[in-house]
């Protein structure tokens, strides 16, 4: 193998560790068709904020910013994701990158958290 193919190589490995960038982008199209029932729901983003401190804070940071073991949340290709997609993203979580699933939690306390991080 010539020293440019094994650069090859190893640059497709580098990729392929970085799982091609966001969870949200290894969500499914079709969930992305999933409408949040609450997006209009005033009361929606404040229950999300409160559900957001006690659920997601700890790793994601209190402002969304990230931490050592979770990435931010106000990056542009979490910010640029479908309501669905998010929606996903805490149903089926990331298990083995460290991400829980919050299926577990009612729909309803799902789409106010996704009400939340999409900032409206
Ligand atoms: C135990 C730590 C932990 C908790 C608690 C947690 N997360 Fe995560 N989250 C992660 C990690 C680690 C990732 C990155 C997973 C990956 O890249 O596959 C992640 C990824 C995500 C992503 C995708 C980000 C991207 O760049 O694609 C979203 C959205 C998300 N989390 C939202 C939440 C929300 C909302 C909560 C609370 C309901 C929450 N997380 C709770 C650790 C956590």
New binding site residues.
């Given amino acids: 193998m010539s020293t440019l193919r094994i650069g090859c190589f190893l640059a497709a490995i580098g990729i392929a560790a970085a ?1 091609g ?6 969500a499914p199209a079709i969930a992305a068709k999933l409408q949040n029932p609450l997006e209009s729901d005033e009361h929606a983003p404040p229950a999300g904020a409160k ?2 401190a006690r ?2 804070a ?3 940071g209190v402002n969304r910013e990230g931490r050592r ?5 106000n ?1 542009p ?2 910010q640029a ?1 479908a309501p669905g997609t ?1 929606f996903w ?2 149903r089926n ?2 298990l083995h ?4 699933s ?1 299926a577990h ?1 009612p729909e309803a306390q ?1 789409w106010q ?2 009400t939340y ?1 999409r900032g409206r």
């Fill in positions: 799982g960038g966001a969870l949200v982008q290894s559900l957001y659920e997601c700890s790793c994601h073991n979770a990435p931010s949340l990056r290709a979490v994701a998010l993203v805490l979580g990331s990158r460290g991400m829980p919050f939690l799902r958290i996704v991080l």
